[in-house]
């Protein structure tokens, strides 16, 4: 025999293989899960070996003779010669193991016999001879009350039992070439049972019932030779095993044979030799191979895979059934074996297809329950591609390479994710609040577009707003709420809030899901706003006298140069474009209001302690103007103080000219006609005639010099402007012409 498989009353399968071409005899136990111990017997020709009641091995084989060893519990004991026949085969020889640990050994020569049966006495064998038989195909077995049973080929396959006084022998099979490559072994009841192949080297089985022998064809194909091997469950089904180029096993269930392919076989197929043998629990284990290799399987029940039956695993295996490219999806599968055996490794698994490609592929981890009443595996995976028709299924098979009904749904239905972004609109651009700055009392309005491909609204509780303090802590959330847009587009969601802690490092972060609980591509999160605990001040000068509510006169003329001026008080800096000033005329701005007022010292970089900002424009003539100032600091956080309501003034009268005819030149020393353009001053010049016309000036040097000249028509009154550039320090003569108007004035230009 080339390989041989017992098991243990722990049910561990012992097994043993003759390694070609070294001609060892290697001993093989498996320890469970992929455990397994190994070592050389000995070298030699085929053998056969049994366990003992202590589980331990004896083996008998040939080496120059026929031998015999045992596993002592520590070692193989010396080999003792049982006999020298001449000519030996692969089958001529078959061992028992009986209840009290002795080993009865069948062998013969096949050339001319005899057919010889060799007994342990406890200290030697005996011998004795069944008969002048010349055969190669001998199987013994033991029963219960250490009688011994042997099934051989003589013309024919030929039955032999001890009685305990003498050898009772039957003929089974009468045809001339049945019997070989028999195997028997004996059942509770002392019955034996007989596999063998038969003239047409058809695989056959026969059992004795009491009164006679019931024959069947178990395949009926030509099973390649080689020996096969049977084995009882605990109640006395057979199992089968053989060679039909491939492992096969044939297993009785009481009413038919069901045949199973267990795998091809390894390394050189020639002479290949099956084995098998049942444990406790009636799984059938076997072993097979060629003269190199030695292949194991266990005969077991196949494993199932089911939903977990687990709340959203109820029909399927996914959760969530609908979701976003990008998305974390989890898969679940029970798996349940009713042998108690684990998945084989790189089991169960999930793949996942988009059509009919297969599009990912993941081992699922191990989560809880037993193998036997069902254990609970998953695994989570980002699903980047988008699609409707998603699929996956779930596939197993236990350590036995046993495989389970592949467990297979449609979906998840992937969608586009929504995505979120900035407005775009005037504050937002960068930001996703405004204003970035304020007060414990400030309105800060949050504000963000969401877009979703498939044009999808987000569920109910999204977009959302969370909003963290300067230390980290959460501070709140808050549902943004639906304002303009459509989703495929863009929806811009906005939401108002007060936030009451005073702090510099607020941060917030807005996220979304679409209705089908798909995420946004990115949360959009941004820093602020700054929230202060007081506002900027802004206020008049309260220790000048020469100007009251901020303004320098509260009546004057065309001519006059208004000068309005605050003080700004806070920790920061204005906002860029502030402080401004309002002018308004009969309620209304004036053109060019808002002004922006300007530093008196821009070298004082301080504004907690008061900075003064002005303002200088002439206006013309009226009696209903209006003022008032308007700051804010860098945080968008407004500035209060009486500056910022309105005051009345000033009254502005006509050109302070009292007689028709006359002239005056108004600079930068009010009324007095001093002009120095290095500030930007420029002469102008007003005039009263007598009469609408044409109104002529000229600029002359002193020496008389033309330097500017320009008109006015259909006028009686008004002012001509001359913007003294590359002028030198010195005075200069303006002439004014024109009906009843003809006079000179003197212009002071001081650089």
């Known amino acids: 025999m080339s390989s041989k498989i017992r098991v243990d009353s722990n049910n561990i399968a012992h097994m043993m293989f003759l390694l070609i071409p070294t001609d060892e005899i290697i001993y093989v136990k498996y320890l469970g899960g992929i455990s397994i111990s190994s070592a050389v017997v000995t070298t030699g020709g085929s053998f056969d070996f049994d366990l003992d009641s202590s589980n331990n091995p004896h083996v008998v084989y040939w080496k120059n003779g026929l031998q015999y060893m045992k596993w002592t519990g520590v070692s193989w004991s010396t080999p003792t010669i049982i006999d020298y026949p001449q000519a030996f085969s692969t089958d001529a020889y078959s061992m028992a193991v009986d209840k009290n640990n002795n080993p009865h050994i069948v062998y013969g020569n096949r050339l001319n016999g005899p057919l010889n049966y060799a007994k342990w006495t406890g200290t030697s064998f005996t011998t ?85 022998w019931v024959k069947e064809v178990i395949s009926s194909i030509n099973h390649n030779g080689g020996k096969s091997c049977i084995a009882l469950d605990s109640q006395n089904k057979p199992s089968i095993s053989f060679n039909n180029g491939r492992c096969n096993c044939a297993r009785w269930d009481g009413s038919t044979w069901n045949v199973a392919s267990l795998g091809s076989y ?73 042998d108690d055996n684990p998945p084989g490794i790189g089991y169960p698994k999930v793949v996942i297809k988009k059509g009919q490609s297969s599009n990912q592929t993941i081992v699922l981890n191990y989560e809880s329950g037993s193998y036997l009443t069902g254990a609970i595996y998953s695994t989570t995976t980002a699903i980047n591609t988008v699609g409707d028709n998603m699929s996956y299924y779930f596939e197993t098979y236990d350590i036995w390479h046993a495989s389970a009904p592949i467990l297979s749904a449609q979906g998840p239905m992937i969608g586009k994710q929504p995505v979120l972004s900035w407005t775009g609109e005037q504050n937002y651009t960068s930001s996703g609040v405004f204003p970035t700055g304020g007060s414990c009392y400030t309105q800060f309005t949050f504000k963000i577009k969401y877009c979703d491909g498939d044009g999808d609204p987000p569920k109910n509780d999204s977009p959302l707003l969370a909003i963290w303090k300067p230390n980290g802590m959460f501070y709140k959330s808050m549902v943004l709420n639906y304002e303009s847009g459509d989703y495929l587009t863009g929806a811009v969601y906005s939401t108002t809030t007060v936030i009451s802690v005073v702090g510099n490092d607020f941060k917030y972060e807005i996220s979304s899901f679409d209705i089908w609980n798909s995420s946004a591509v990115a949360f959009f999160s941004g820093n602020g706003p700054i929230v202060q605990s007081s506002y900027p001040i802004i206020s008049y000068q309260s220790d000048s006298v020469l100007y009251k509510n901020g303004l320098s006169a509260q009546s004057g003329y065309e001519s006059t140069l208004f000068k309005y001026q605050i003080m700004y008080f806070d920790e920061h800096v204005p906002k860029e474009g502030y402080p401004k000033l309002h002018i308004l ?50 945080y968008d956080l407004k500035a209060v103080g009486e500056p910022c309501n309105i005051q009345n003034g000033p009254v502005v009268s006509g050109l302070d000219i009292p007689f028709a005819g006359e002239a005056r030149v108004v600079g930068s020393t009010a009324n007095h006609g001093i002009i120095n353009p290095d500030k930007g001053e420029t ?42 550039r590359n002028i030198a320090s010195g005075i200069y003569i303006a002439k004014i012409e024109g009906p009843g108007l003809n006079v000179k004035k003197k212009i002071a230009i001081l650089r």
């Open 128 to 212: 004795q001879t069944i008969g002048n038989i010349s055969t190669i195909y001998v199987s013994i077995d033991i029963d219960s009350n250490s009688y011994v049973h042997i099934a051989y080929r003589d013309n024919g396959l030929k039955y032999a039992k001890w009685t305990g006084t003498t050898w009772y022998i039957s003929t089974v099979e009468s045809s001339s070439s049945s019997g070989e490559n028999n195997s028997i072994v004996i059942d509770s009841s002392g019955y034996p049972h007989i596999s063998y192949d038969d003239s047409a080297n058809l695989l056959r089985y026969t059992k004795w019932n009491g009164s006679l």
């Open 585 to 634: 005329e009969n309620g209304l701005e004036i053109t060019g209001s808002p002004f922006i007022l300007n530093e008196t010292d821009y070298a004082d970089k301080k504004y907690d302690d008061g900075k003064l900002y002005e303002y200088v424009i002439r206006l013309v003539k009226g009696v209903d103007y209006s003022y008032f100032f308007e700051a804010y600091d860098k």
């Open 266 to 338: 390894p390394g050189d197929s020639g002479g290949v030799v099956t084995s098998i043998a049942i444990d406790s629990n009636n799984n059938p284990y076997c072993a097979y191979g060629g003269y190199s290799l030695l292949e194991f399987a266990k005969i077991v029940d196949a494993p199932t895979l089911s939903w977990t039956g687990e709340e959203k695993y109820s029909s399927d295996g996914v959760d969530p059934n609908i979701g976003s490219g990008g998305g974390q999806y989890i898969f679940r599968v029970k798996y349940t074996n009713a």
């Open 683 to 724: 002469a102008q010049i007003y005039f009263q005639g007598s009469s609408l016309g044409t109104y002529k000036c000229k600029i002359l040097s002193n020496k008389g010099e033309l330097l500017y000249e320009t008109e006015k028509n259909n006028v009686n009154s008004g002012y001509f402007e001359w913007v003294p």
